[in-house]
């Protein structure tokens, strides 16, 4: 009963504050314009990171056995970041660093590294497992980023990342605490709630993650997934220390597989075409299925990506459960360019195009 009441608690009170908030993100200019990028109608407010920032910070402050401020301060700093580049587009490179600064002072702090990469073990404390900790953050930061191109699909992505996580609970005899999993429902209730407003249901109430939103998201489900391979003791204090058994290495890849589907291919099309990686276009993969090239509804490019998601979770949990780690990490990379090139050519011809 518990559960269910966190289920509504949450999701009406993400409503109350948005309906609340909106009007003010609007007045301070907290908007996004339609451009040659960006195809939306009106000014729509940039006001959903900041939301879900505080409705998570409240969420963990409730449940959580043992509250720090390391995450709260770290995700704070990121969507404020994130709030200073949706007012006025700040140089990647000055992004990165700034981003690349909160990270490295978040994992120093709590001490929470990746030590297991599924094939093999990195030495802890070890700068190299330290550094390459930062990179796989810096990654699911930017990548969720990368996806928040049209209506709900970062949201879906968090959402199918969620689910899958709870169900690897069970799969991989994980063992998360009552509270882990309440924690986890709850945040899945409030980016269902933004959902809501997002897709445009609620006549009026439309808005946005905002780069802000995308940061976080991808910050707090990467220390979640890093949390559930490696069983830091500092999530333990999170999540409850009853941990039974992590999840797989390569997991993380394939809970997370829509957002590095398109950031590894996107970035590599840029830096293979001599630009950075962070350059924008509209060439990643829910602009080419939604766009001329293969001719998708933006809503039915959505439903296509979400099976996306449910396809690589499930090919991930039978490659890694009955072939290894190794088969699993080497199956993702193959999965990758399938998934960026086939995909399009496959709705194309069920078009006729």
Not at 294 to 309: I, P, Q
């Amino acid at each position: 009963m518990l559960t269910i009441y966190l289920i509504v608690l949450a999701a009406f009170a993400f409503i109350a504050l948005t309906l609340a908030i909106r009007p003010c993100g609007v007045r301070l200019g907290l908007v996004d314009m339609p451009n040659a990028r960006k195809q939306h109608k009106g000014e729509v407010p940039l006001i959903g990171g900041p939301i879900l920032c505080l409705m998570v910070v409240l969420i963990i402050w409730f449940l959580s056995p043992s509250f720090t401020w390391g995450y709260v301060l770290a995700s704070l700093a990121l969507v404020g970041l994130g709030i200073a580049d949706d007012f006025n587009d700040l140089p990647a490179n000055l992004k990165l660093f700034i981003q690349a600064a909160i990270v490295s002072a978040f994992l120093y702090s709590s001490d929470g590294v990746i030590t297991d990469i599924g094939i093999a073990k990195l030495e802890d404390p070890n700068l190299l497992a330290f550094g390459f900790t930062v990179f796989c953050v810096m990654v699911a930061i930017n990548a969720f980023n990368f996806i928040d191109g049209i209506d709900g699909l970062a949201a879906s992505a968090s959402l199918m990342a969620l689910v899958h996580l709870i169900i690897a609970d069970t799969l991989f005899g994980i063992g998360l605490s009552p509270a882990g999993k309440q924690m986890l429902i709850a945040v899945f209730s409030c980016i269902f709630a933004f959902m809501i407003f997002n897709m445009g249901l609620i006549k009026g109430g439309k808005i946005f993650l905002g780069d802000s939103g995308s940061t976080f998201l991808g910050f707090s489900l990467s220390l979640i997934v890093i949390h559930l391979t490696q069983n830091s003791a500092y999530f333990a204090a999170h999540f409850g220390n009853d941990i039974q058994s992590t999840l797989p290495a390569p997991m993380a890849l394939w809970v997370l597989a829509m957002p590095f589907i398109d950031f590894l291919t996107v970035s590599l099309r840029r830096i293979m075409s001599g630009h950075s990686p962070m350059r924008a276009d509209r060439k990643h993969l829910h602009h080419i299925l939604s766009g001329k090239r293969a001719g998708l509804s933006k809503r039915n490019t959505l439903v296509c990506l979400v099976a996306v998601m449910l396809l690589s979770f499930w090919l991930g949990t039978f490659l890694t459960l009955q072939l290894g780690n190794l088969v699993s990490i080497v199956g993702f990379f193959v999965f990758v360019p399938t998934v960026y090139f086939g995909l399009p050519a496959l709705v194309r011809q069920w078009q006729g195009k």
